[in-house]
């Protein structure tokens, strides 16, 4: 994941943080990214009609089923569209939004989550949490190739990543949000 300098130089803050949280923790171990400037593809930064608000979230959930509707914020699909291809591009690896999820909006999305894990296991996640707290449990092989476990509680803003293969478990709180954002080789 290098990246020339004058890439990084012209690059959003937001991208330049997560690439390097990435460079740290890709492959290896789950982590937490506090991080110090909002990303506009999930935060309440709007630039235009492209977002999609309460009203219409019904309609897109049923037309694309990726769930991504809004309980108080604003997910813009250009800005999600632009920060996947830039993230793809900075890091070479394959990037797209898998689904934005409000725990408690929908029957069998609630408190207590079952244990999941990534189809085929070849795919990392990072998980960006939009709105409300959820404590998320994770379970995998780490570095050492002993079992390992890791838990944390995620608020509005920061990112979990979660290595393939690993299995993860959610508690959230009614109308807590997160993106869940899918990482894996450009082959896949």
């Known amino acids: 994941m290098d990246m020339p300098d004058e890439a990084w130089e012209r690059e959003a803050p937001h991208l330049r943080e997560i690439v390097l949280f990435l460079s740290v923790h890709l492959d290896r171990t789950p982590g937490v990214l506090w991080p110090e400037y909002d990303n506009p593809a999930f935060g309440d930064i709007d630039d235009g009609d492209d977002t999609v608000d ?4 019904d309609e897109v959930e049923d037309a ?23 993230l793809a591009s900075l890091t070479g690896l394959s990037v797209r939004l898998d689904r934005v ?3 408690g909006a ?32 994770l ?15 995620l608020r509005p803003g920061e990112l979990l990543y979660v290595p393939a293969g ?15 954002i899918c990482l894996g080789s450009k082959g896949d």
């Open 54 to 57: 309460a009203e219409e979230v």
């Open 106 to 137: 929908l029957p069998g999305v609630g408190a207590d989550a079952a244990w999941t894990g990534q189809p085929g296991g070849r795919e990392h996640l990072l998980i960006h949490q939009m709105a409300g707290a959820v404590t998320w449990q």
């Open 64 to 86: 694309g089923d990726t769930g991504a509707g809004s309980a108080g914020g604003a997910v813009c699909p250009a800005q999600v569209d632009r920060f996947t291809a830039e």
């Open 101 to 103: 999820e409000t725990a």
């Open 139 to 153: 379970g995998g092989t780490g570095e050492s190739g002993r079992p390992e476990s890791f838990q944390c509680r």
């Open 166 to 180: 690993w299995s993860r478990r959610r508690v959230g709180t009614p109308q807590a949000r997160y993106a869940v």
